[in-house]
């Protein structure tokens, strides 16, 4: 694209106030910002003077920033590309604050790119053993922007409010990233005194990314219930094409769901081989109570579990499959409510596991006091004695 052509086009729609075409052309990483540099470079114009001429002030300084942001990233200079990116953003804010809803794609591309940028920063300066601190001075930059969204009093209709969900979304991937999970916290409670529309009136992809990363914090304080919520509403209302997306929340929604002995369908398991693989040994230790199985694939999958961070909610599940084999030792005695310790010693030494008595006695007080079985023990008889009525209640 001819550079002047690419001026006269930025002009028009600052003019029209057409924000999605406005943000293609600002887009770092975009075509039309990419092809207008090229075209600067085969004519030999220097940009910033025919920017300075040409774009009323302060989208002048925006552009300016933007063009050697590119010339940076020509040079393979990641650590300039970011800072004159950040410069970028600092000078759309002045706009930011005045403008109304139409400019709210622009925010979310300029935002976008620095998020981006400030992470391909810190790549490269770790790789050179320097301080990585782009994404942190990021983050600040984003929470001016969600500030700018959140506080604007404005006619609804026409507010940046309707920005809020998508800049939450970007701090809540720099503060994960950072592994700052505390500021997400205070971010939570910053969203609820700022007076917003329902959460349901905003764009589905902005509800799905917000659901994701309140899961995973609930999944990182072990409120695994709680996690699961917020996963399944990202899941499902995930777009079906984002394959990838889905999978994403799968991966964390599945280990909520076995902490709480539900069992995700094999059809749904098929879908996504790389999941099966991981997946697939858990659901079948928990539906037959093969303890032993379940140990074998905790052992097998450790080092993918505890990369992605789940490795805790499955070890925590390995109780289901033990509440599953005591209840089929207790369908195998024709649903007595008196069993002897020795015959889930038994039943134990069937999967594989050779337990003494005792260990056996304190499994079963485990399940008793997690309210998995309804009963008591009677230590002097070496029995187990369960409920009458509903000795194995609803998983909760």
């Not at 600067?40 to 220097?46: A, G, L, M, T």
């Amino acid at each position: 694209m001819k550079f002047d052509r690419y001026l006269l086009s930025l002009n028009s729609n600052i003019y029209n106030r057409n924000g999605p075409h406005l943000a293609l052309y600002l887009d770092v990483f975009g075509t039309q910002c990419s092809s207008a540099w090229q075209g600067c470079q085969k004519q030999r114009i220097i940009p910033e003077a025919a920017i300075r001429e040409q774009l009323l002030s302060p989208w002048d300084d925006v552009v300016v920033h933007l063009f050697n942001c590119q010339q940076a990233l020509d040079q393979g200079d990641l650590v300039l590309g970011y800072e004159e990116q950040a410069a970028a953003v600092i000078s759309f804010n002045r706009i930011f604050a005045e403008e109304p809803r139409w400019i709210l794609p622009v925010a979310y591309t300029l935002n976008r790119n620095v998020y981006q940028l400030a992470g391909l920063a810190d790549r490269s300066l770790t790789k050179r053993e320097l301080k990585a601190d782009k994404l942190e001075d990021a983050g600040r930059l984003l929470n001016r922007g969600f500030t700018l969204c959140a506080t604007d009093r404005g006619a609804l209709s026409v507010s940046r409010k309707w920005g809020t969900y998508y800049m939450v979304g970007l701090l809540f991937k720099t503060y994960f990233r950072l592994k700052t999970y505390n500021l997400c916290t205070t971010l939570m409670r910053t969203m609820k005194m700022a007076e917003l529309p329902h959460m349901e009136e905003f764009p589905r992809a902005h509800q799905v990314t917000f659901k994701y990363y309140q899961g995973l914090l609930r999944f990182y304080h072990e409120d695994f219930p709680e996690a699961e919520r917020h996963f399944r509403f990202a899941f499902e209302h995930c777009y079906y094409k984002h394959r990838a997306n889905k999978e994403r929340v799968l991966a964390y929604l599945i280990p909520t769901m076995l902490y709480r002995g539900i069992l995700p369908k094999d059809t749904l398991l098929a879908r996504y081989p790389r999941l099966n693989a991981i997946y697939q040994p858990f659901v079948q230790a928990l539906r037959t109570g093969n303890i032993k199985a379940f140990d074998n694939a905790l052992v097998d999958n450790e080092h993918v579990l505890l990369r992605q961070g789940t490795y805790l909610a499955l070890e925590q599940a390995r109780k289901i499959a033990v509440r599953t084999l005591f209840k089929r030792t207790y369908l195998v005695f024709n649903k007595s409510s008196r069993l002897p310790f020795s015959s889930f010693q038994a039943a134990l030494a069937f999967v594989g596991m050779r337990v003494p008595l005792a260990e056996v006695e304190c499994m079963l007080a485990g399940m008793i006091n997690t309210n998995l079985v309804r009963g008591y023990l009677s230590h002097d008889k070496q029995m187990v004695v369960l409920s009458n009525q509903n000795p194995f209640p609803k998983l909760q």
